[in-house]
């Protein structure tokens, strides 16, 4: 059974909003979780962070962006198509409880799934400050959907072309300057989240970490995604994806990141060859 894409929008430069009729995953889904999809019989599976749900509707929404080989593909995909199959919900849900004051740090393509989570702490009775972080304004979406989603929002550009120029981590300062922030939780690069990690360490704010490491099999048999916390070997796909950011090893996860960039580099170059030699064809058939 494949799964129909109903609606698709690209929120911003290869940034892509889609939702999929998925009965069985929205009946389950919770803040922080995710799923593994494959576009087709013949593709690579990829996680990829469940951003919204609709229970009774029975759609699924996905945030992505089209960076790599399956990424790509799967923007190409219209309304109307199918997605071959999807496995989800993975992972433990982000824990939500009456904290007091919750800080969601954004990074990216971490807006997506902290909407979610920013929604829940706020449902918990939490004031909710969300900070939401990108190289400049044409990066930034969902801003009412987070305005709704939070007590009070806050943006960072990296040029300042749009909020405050500057990092979610300077924000993340003033606001632990003026008043107790009791927890906080970062979503988006590694870089990001380990400054937030070493911003908050030592403060007495307990902090987590959103981790999205090289899954495969979502179900903690292939070790792909193998993470270090506390000394301790986790398994993002089964114990996570969040972790407690003072403990994890950043530079391990970062280095473990780096593996495959020149495979999908070769990858994306034969696939533009397959297209250009199609496009070849496709002249001298006319």
């Not at 923007?75 to 999807?86: H, N, R, T, Y």
């Not at 979406?141 to 960072?156: G, N, P, R, V």
């Not at 796909?237 to 495979?263: M, Q, S």
Request: a neutral charge.
């Amino acid at each position: 059974m494949g799964y129909k894409i109903l609606y698709k929008k690209e929120l911003c430069a290869n940034q892509f909003e889609i939702r999929i009729k998925a009965p069985f995953i929205t009946k389950n889904a919770k803040a922080g979780q995710f799923i593994i999809l494959r576009t087709d019989k013949n593709s690579e599976r990829i996680p990829l962070t469940i951003a919204d749900y609709n229970r009774e509707t029975e759609e699924l929404t996905i945030v992505y962006m089209a960076v790599g080989y399956t990424t790509k593909k799967l923007a190409s995909l219209e309304v109307g198509d199918e997605i071959e199959d999807i496995v989800g919900p993975l992972g433990q849900p982000t824990h939500i409880e009456k904290y007091g004051t919750v800080v969601c740090l954004a990074g990216g393509y971490g807006a997506a799934p902290c909407y979610l989570i920013a929604k829940a702490f706020k449902d918990a009775g939490n004031k909710v400050y969300m900070i939401m972080g990108a190289r400049n304004k044409d990066l930034i979406f969902w801003q009412d959907k987070m305005k709704d989603a939070c007590s009070e929002l806050y943006i960072t550009t990296d040029d300042g072309s749009l909020g405050q120029k500057g990092f979610v981590t300077g924000v993340m300062q003033e606001i632990m300057d003026k008043e107790t922030v009791n927890y906080a939780i970062a979503v988006g690069p590694m870089p990001m989240m380990k400054a937030v990690a070493d911003l908050t360490r030592g403060k007495g704010i307990k902090t987590e970490v959103s981790m999205n490491p090289i899954m495969v099999d979502g179900t903690g048999m292939c070790g792909a995604c193998r993470v270090t916390v506390g000394n301790e070997v986790k398994f993002a796909c089964v114990d996570g994806p969040d972790f407690d950011a003072h403990l994890v090893d950043f530079d391990e996860v970062i280095n473990r990141t780096k593996i495959y960039k020149d495979y999908e580099k070769r990858c994306d170059e034969n696939s533009c060859n397959l297209q250009r030699q199609a496009r070849e064809l496709e002249k001298t058939m006319r």
